[in-house]
């Protein structure tokens, strides 16, 4: 669709739909106009019956660096409260076919949040996957605390939440959070997730759907929602489920705008200098 400003599809097969989020400049980073395009290319291809499975990527540098900082940091509490900043990102978490996210570089903020979104997550060796809120004085909002705790258990989940670290393609994989690291070269990623979303929809596609229906449906409910999990015995009360989760995360993304710690974290990125946070 020539239309699109931030991302540029194509069909490297006839069945796969390949989108590529263009905004090499800022490193990929998700302006609000971006995700409504991505949105837009993913139900489109929802609907459309030659499309059997999509691939989602970046650059070589940057799958992308997180939400748009020089877009929030002038943002009030107000302002993202009453707009529901964000939620619309989780838009993409309805989408019944398979979306195969190919990470090259910097997959950061709401960057590792969207590639927790997608149904699988090829990386290559240069990954790189990260939450560094915390440095602009924020939390995750696109679903961090909640898919990645998810993934890797609460230890590394607070590790990379709390000190912002980036982890590379080999912790990552190591961790249980992503499907596999490819080999090098430049494109390689993109080729691998081609290869396999082909695989995919070359399958019957009411049956895909399924499979990833139930998947998810396990995701939503088990892991944090189940409210009495017998195991040898003892019951487990879990006090969440996902979709409670991400709510409270979003809650809480939301209030830390009303903090100058908030202001100064985001401002001092945009004037490229380090943060002097007031704890306010
Ligand atoms: N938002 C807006 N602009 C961004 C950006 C972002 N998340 N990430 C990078 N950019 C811009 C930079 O400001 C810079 O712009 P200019 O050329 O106009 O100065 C350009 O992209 C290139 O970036 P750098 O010069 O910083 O490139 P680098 O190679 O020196 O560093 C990097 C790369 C380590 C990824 C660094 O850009 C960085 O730390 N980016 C921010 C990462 C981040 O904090 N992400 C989380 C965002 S908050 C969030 O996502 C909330 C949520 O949960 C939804």
């Known amino acids: 669709n020539a239309n699109y400003e931030y991302i540029v599809t194509s069909r490297p ?3 796969v739909l390949l989108i590529q989020l263009n905004r090499p400049k800022a490193l990929n980073a998700l302006c609000s106009p971006l995700f409504k395009e991505l949105n837009q290319a993913l139900r489109d291809a929802d609907r459309d019956d030659s499309v059997g499975a999509m691939v ?3 650059s070589e540098k940057a799958f992308a660096a997180g939400a748009d900082i020089k877009e929030m940091k002038d943002k009030q509490f107000a302002d993202v409260y009453k707009n529901r900043f964000l939620e619309d990102w989780a838009d993409m978490t309805k989408i019944s076919k398979p979306i195969i996210a ?3 570089g910097y997959a950061l903020g709401g960057g590792c949040e969207l590639a927790l979104m997608c149904d699988i997550i090829l990386a ?3 990954a790189k996957f990260g939450q560094p809120e915390i440095n602009l004085g924020v939390i995750p909002g696109g679903g961090g605390s909640q898919r990645l705790a998810q993934l890797v258990g609460k230890s590394r989940a607070m590790e990379m939440v709390l000190t912002g670290r980036m982890i590379t393609a080999q912790e990552a994989d190591k961790w249980g959070m ?3 690291i490819v080999g090098e070269g ?3 990623v993109v080729k691998d997730a081609i290869a396999m979303a082909k695989v995919i929809s070359e399958k019957s596609q009411i049956a895909v759907q399924a499979a990833k ?7 939503l409910h088990d892991y944090l929602g189940r409210k009495d999990v017998g195991v040898k015995g003892y019951f487990i009360a879990y006090e969440t489920t996902l979709t409670e989760g991400l709510k409270y995360e979003r809650r809480i993304f939301h209030g830390l705008f009303a903090t100058n710690d908030q202001k100064e974290g985001m401002s001092a990125f945009a004037e490229k200098r380090k943060a002097n946070f007031t704890h306010s």
């Not at 229906?213 to 995701?219: A, D, I, L």
Request: charged fraction near 15%; charge should be negative; proline fraction near 8%.
């Open 13 to 15: 097969e006839p069945n």
């Open 56 to 58: 989602l990527t970046g």
């Open 102 to 104: 190919a990470v090259s």
């Open 124 to 126: 290559s060796p240069t």
């Open 178 to 180: 992503i499907s596999g």
């Open 186 to 188: 430049e494109g390689q």
């Open 213 to 219: 229906e139930v998947v998810n449906e396990g995701m």
